[in-house]
């Protein structure tokens, strides 16, 4: 067992500080098993680089645009080298919040009720005069209102009245062409992950999140002692079952591979509604992956070992 | 050939807390990646040394060593060498300052100034007064030593002095250690204290027993306008940093430092500990260059050159940039602070200006936290006028795709017309 693995990690993200702690962490458990790691960042000698030294697979560490959206996945089909998670559909779906709701929707998964903007709405056809119809479309304030397509809840904002809401928008679609607004679903908070066993998905024990600023921002993820955390999450077991239960739909409603993690929401009336799926989550210290992970008696190299035998599996 | 290799620091987790909340920002990464030749630079704030004449540093070098080669080559004192003070009072003199040549000593860049009166000053959790947007050189210097930072808001006349006493009056006499301010031509603001304002600023100093530290790197590259009176020259007691970066070469590591001779005895305390003194070469190799006329012919040079370049920045502004973006009107100095409506978020518009072929900094780099982000700076000082005015064409591109979508919400009545003033959201 000493294949060279690549991690890739940093990229030009916005989330590039929080893929290089998540790789390095990578890297060290993979030294630590035995494999031989290569570190690699995402510049323009990548592709050459994976070129001339032919890793056996590729860890994608990297979050965010191109290293979670199946860019990187796209060039690694191409490249013929295998790599850990999901492939480029079920990226690009999880990764456009608008759409991969919608699929939930369709498929009856309870997500909260939501409303998408793109830029051009608002540029070429005057959709800002009909912002008066959001609140009635999902159910009244408060919402939230975050980019459909960015991580580590960057540039989301919890709206509690109609006046703030143009200003949330506009803040959201500085991080891209289009933005959710989102019913506000007052609860416990959970990141239910999904690894891929022998007898299919395999839900690990979900994360609960108790941001002490009351919401789950970047940087409640990623600053010490911002967020309390309990694993499991404490639900009575019919509702735990349940969170389960949609976690595996979600995971394979979207043809996700390896590992997902599927945050969700809980309401007063112990009811769980999906938010989103990520398909490269985090494996820093405060990350919720590698917690559930060790909740379970699976230790963090046993997961990183895990997910890279899966995708050597995959070798041409 | 290049490679895509990541190395790790091996040391990471053994570093001292302070300097946990000093790290590199994703924005400087940004930059790393715009270092191809065809990106026009309107980020960094450095000056234009192809413009020094090297004949005359090379006459200077010489003149050293030949006559000052012993002392030169040695350690030298603290206080750095008495001839370079001269010629430092003498330059400060012709600003309006007086003052000894026992109360300054010569400083690695006014940068080191700024750390050493942080070491001389904070205790952690002290808190420390300075402009909002300002230096991040300075935010830098005193985050080591881990301040509480209050930003005071500027306006086109620079600090707002009115807000300053709101915060004094909070804070309590003697409840900030020191009032950090850049008068002439701010970085990053581009705006210059007023006359008034300077005399209010001092009394407010005096009034709550807090000093001031005067910063003035651009004070002799002034472009239009009359000169306006130093803090210093106006209150003896007032902490003054300059520097040769701007006149000279920022290559040479050499600034000054004035204060009240007690300040002065712990700043050279500190100053010891530091490097013992600074480098005896460079500040013979300043004497040299300082004495005679020269010096000055190169200065009115570059003057005139920034100067130029300014304009060509101010026109291109007001081609480009439509009515619901502000910018201010330096008189000097390096720097245009650009600030967009509010909410509008202008650092996810970095990469795809880097995409473009141009950079700028973010405003939120220039507060400690939170604030700024409608913001951003510019720098003419480095770029040609017409290399300045197709960067400031291409920034017009990538800022007009957020501008419409504002002005849409704008006109349904969503959301009010942000009054084109020039401050910064927060």
Redesign the interface.
């Known amino acids: 067992m000493n294949e060279k693995i690549a991690v890739l990690?940093?990229g030009?993200s916005?989330e590039?500080?929080v893929s290089?702690r998540s790789?390095?962490r990578v890297?060290r458990a993979l030294e630590q098993l035995g494999y031989r790691p290569?570190?690699?960042?995402?510049?323009?000698?990548?592709v050459?680089?994976?070129r001339r030294e032919r890793p056996d697979a590729v860890y994608i560490a990297l979050h965010g645009k191109f290293g979670e959206d199946g860019t990187v996945q796209e060039a690694l089909e191409f490249l013929k080298v295998p790599y850990t998670g999901p492939g480029v559909t079920a990226s690009a779906l999880a990764w456009d919040k608008s759409l991969s709701k919608r699929l939930f929707a369709e498929a009856g998964v309870p997500t909260p009720a939501w409303v998408t903007f793109t830029?051009d709405a608002?540029?070429e056809m005057?959709?800002?005069?009909a912002?008066d119809l959001v609140p009635a479309a999902v159910g009244g304030f408060p919402v939230v209102v975050k980019p459909t397509k960015q991580g580590s809840a960057l540039?989301l904002a919890k709206v509690d009245s109609a006046e703030a809401?143009?200003?949330?928008?506009?803040?959201a679609?500085?991080?891209g062409d289009a933005a959710i607004v989102e019913k506000w679903v007052d609860g416990v908070e959970l990141a239910v992950s999904v690894l891929d066993g022998p007898d299919g998905p395999e839900v690990l024990p979900a994360v609960e999140m108790v941001a002490k600023s009351g919401l789950f921002d970047f940087t409640a993820m990623y600053t010490r002692g911002e967020t309390e955390y309990y694993c499991p999450a404490r639900l009575a077991p019919e509702v735990a079952s349940e969170v389960a239960r949609l976690a595996r739909e979600c995971h394979t409603l979207l043809g996700c591979r390896d590992v997902s993690r599927v945050d969700m929401v809980v309401d007063g009336g112990g009811r769980p509604w999906v938010l989103e799926v990520n398909t490269s989550p985090g494996m820093t210290e405060t990350s919720l992956l590698p917690m559930a992970a060790t909740s379970a008696g699976t230790e963090f190299h046993l997961l990183v070992d895990r997910l890279v035998r899966s995708a050597l599996t995959r070798r041409e | 050939?290049?490679?895509?290799?990541?190395?790790?620091d091996r040391w990471d987790g053994r570093y001292a807390a302070a300097m946990a909340d000093v790290?590199s920002s994703?924005v400087r990464?940004?930059f790393a990646?715009a270092s191809r030749p065809d990106v026009i630079s309107l980020s960094g704030g450095m000056p234009d040394v192809r413009r020094v004449p090297h004949a005359l540093v090379e006459k200077a070098v010489r003149d050293a060593l030949r006559h000052d080669g012993a002392s030169a080559l040695q350690y030298g004192s603290s206080e750095g060498r008495f001839a370079l003070r001269e010629i430092i009072v003498g330059l400060m003199g012709e600003t309006g300052v007086r003052l000894s040549e026992d109360d300054l000593v010569v400083t690695s860049g006014a940068q080191q100034g700024l750390d050493l009166l942080a070491k001389v000053f904070i205790d952690p959790g002290d808190t420390v007064i300075c402009e909002g947007p300002t230096y991040v050189g300075a935010l830098q210097a005193f985050s080591v030593y881990r301040p509480i930072v209050e930003c005071i808001e500027t306006d086109e006349h620079g600090m707002r002095v009115d807000l300053l006493e709101e915060t004094l009056r909070r804070v309590g006499p003697r409840g900030a250690k020191f009032i950090y301010t850049i008068p002439n031509f701010q970085n990053p603001a581009g705006v210059t204290l007023s006359a008034e304002r300077r005399r209010r600023l001092l009394e407010l100093s005096r009034e709550y027993d807090i000093p001031v530290i005067e910063d003035d790197p651009y004070g002799r590259l002034r472009y239009e306008g009359g000169h306006v009176l130093p803090l210093r020259a106006l209150d003896p007691e007032v902490i003054y940093l300059g520097t040769f970066s701007k006149i000279f070469a920022p290559g040479l590591r050499l600034g000054w430092l004035a204060a009240p001779r007690p300040i002065l005895a712990k700043v050279l305390l500190a100053k010891q500990g530091a490097d013992l003194c600074g480098s005896s070469f460079a500040q013979a190799v300043a004497e040299r260059y300082m004495t005679g006329t020269a010096w000055r012919r190169v200065l009115a040079d570059l003057t005139r050159t920034y100067g130029e370049r300014r304009d060509a920045m101010l026109a291109a502004l007001e081609e480009h940039l439509p009515a619901d973006v502000a910018w201010t009107h330096p008189e000097g100095g390096f720097f245009v602070w650009v600030t967009l409506p509010?909410?509008?978020?202008t650092?996810?518009?970095l990469?795809e200006a880097v995409e473009r072929g141009v950079t700028f900094v973010p405003g939120g780099d220039f507060f400690p936290a939170g604030m700024g982000s409608n913001c951003l700076r510019l720098a003419f000082c480095y770029e040609e006028p017409a290399q300045i005015a197709e960067g400031v064409r291409r920034i017009a591109e990538v800022l007009e795709?957020?501008l419409?979508?504002?002005r849409?919400?704008v006109?349904?009545?969503?959301?009010p017309a942000s009054p084109r003033a020039d401050r910064s959201e927060g």
């Open positions: 990690m940093g030009r916005l590039r500080e290089l790789g390095e890297f290569l570190a690699l960042d995402v510049t323009p000698e990548l050459d680089t994976l830029a608002f540029k005057g959709a800002a005069s912002l540039g809401l143009p200003e949330a928008l506009l803040s679609l500085s991080f | 050939m290049g490679t895509a290799r990541v190395v790790f790290r994703a990464d940004l990646a509010a909410h509008l978020d650092k996810p518009l990469a795709d957020k419409a979508l504002y849409a919400f006109e349904a009545g969503a959301m």
